[in-house]
DNA sequence: AATTTTCTGATTTACGTACCTCAAAAACTG
DNA sequence: CAGTTTTTGAGGTACGTAAATCAGAAAATT
């Protein structure tokens, strides 16, 4: 039978009442009663029983989730999950709120974080973007002891207690690796469309792309990367036009939103002659294109597991807990059509 | 404020008793009393404090992993996984004993299940092998009301429950996409290595991977598969031996463990003539011939999802829930040298 | 109408922990 | 030594639910 502090309490020689002093690191314990007390704990290795303590707590975790109102596939999943994780919340002792905010403004997002300050919540976690603005906001949201993450687009430098995304950098590798070899040796040119260079993710994933383009794919040359501001409309426009400019453009990337635009665009061209073509995130429209052919492969972020760990880290930042880093590793997920979920 | 059982009760009009009877499905409560009381929950919104209620009920889950005692890294990382889980499994309220047995006999593993029956677990998992024997002792399992599942290698047309782990027809078929595209358009041959094709995982895998290459992939030609049991010596022997016989190899698939030695001798040959490899499951070894670039791409299925759930499911069994299918479906993960976790 | 059966209410105990109060004991002060 | 402070014990209440008992009410049966 698994010890209970009561346990703990007999085989220590103590009360109830100082063990849970020692259990809870209450004042008023002398040195070797402490040690008493814990080495029983150590040799009937006794664990806490979370949801008992939880339950006699009766502590609720106060979050606000700060998502741009951007409709694109991808934030509309995060948006969903962020919903999902409230509908769970009383289940989970969590009150999550969601606040939106244009996206791509600084100082909207400063503004709405310093609002957010003054009710006090147990965490909040955003969506960046870079300003200095952003990051004195959330050296106040520090300064008021509130926990912070950011969500998928980061805050180097800030306070911020932790990232929950992807290694961007190495997801723009990956994608030069993948779209290098099913170019398959042959001579010729990369498109890459994204949506804005303002933005550190995007900025990230061309980095590591070109890095690896350039070292271990000398015969392709990428082409000068076209932004289409996430907008598929803008995007079917600018594909279609590099597609009609240059004959030879072997691999497209796409590392940005707007990629119903690019299908559509790709749609147009000939089976035959259609590029090999990498886009990020596995929306309806990236799996139909994945089905159909139009796209090679997908990288991907799982917004649930981005959400999921959000929420835990600021839970575990406001009982004061480290970050267990490699549990909350993002992983970029790879799809081709064969290992669609 | 969440409401509780006493909210419903007051609501409904009715004693706390009465509730406790209808949430939980005992029997004494009239027609219409207990519509009264169920349109009060839904109305607060009531949902049921999952921890108080273990709490209340006390409920231990006893669990019995029936594990091959089978060295590869990949069967080392599912005991790892389980062991993680009994050590857990305090603080989730399950009791978790891990039996092993010989692999790949179906006699002995019959038995070893037929002997779990008699201490009457809650649940079982194992890893199947086929044969009559199994078939009969999962039915006898279910027919004494313990939950079942397979782990890794399935049993089709069994009683068991849920199967927790990949789609091996699609992994193999993943794997064949790869390493067609990763060819890239030239003439030659794939060599296959398998562990031994009275595994249903392993024929699996073949099956879809000659598919695919088949339709997809006319100009290469897919050798004989070589069977090496999973021996990191043996495989090292066969590869060396495929690899001088023919100066046309340009792709390796291995479709079981034993990469340690695969490895070994890709290491053999110069590395421009290397052909390219895709092989199976993320372990110390994959890892490092990922990074070396010896093996170009791995397909790994996550141990610990695979344990958790099925954990999960034979929590869920034996309380009589339905299985969530999208929410257990374990995902076939790819991994390049950028996208290593 | 009397009896049996089926419902329902009221109340209690328990699960394991947290947190509170009050009093008693022990350990330090000067 | 008395006085003060610190440490400890004993006991209680609470969290939200499960499960049990027993008595009483309502319904169905005779």
Known sequence: MKPTVHDIARSAGVSLATVDRVLNGRPGVRHV????????ISVLGYVRDVAAANLAKGRTYS???VLPNYDNSFMIGIRDEVEAAVSRSGAERTQIRIVEVPPFDAQVLADALDRIALDMPDGVAFVAVEGDEVHASVARLKEAGIAVATLVSDLPGSERDHFAGIDNNAAGRTAANLLGRFAGGRDGRIAV??????????RERLEGFLAVMGDDF???????????RDDPTLAAEVVSAALGHYCDIIGLYSLGAGNRGIAHALRQVPPDA??????????NTTRAALAEGLIDAVLNQDAGHEVRSAIRVLKGKADGLPVIAAQERIRIDIFLKDNMP
């Open 63 to 65: 979050f606000t989730f």
């Open 218 to 228: 000398p015969r392709l040359t990428v082409l000068p990367v076209m932004e289409a």
């Open 274 to 283: 259609r590029p090999v073509v990498v886009a990020h995130e596995l929306t």
């Open 193 to 202: 469309i994204a949506g804005s260079m303002l933005v550190r993710d995007h």
């Open 33 to 40: 009663t402490r040690e008493r007390v814990e080495q029983a």
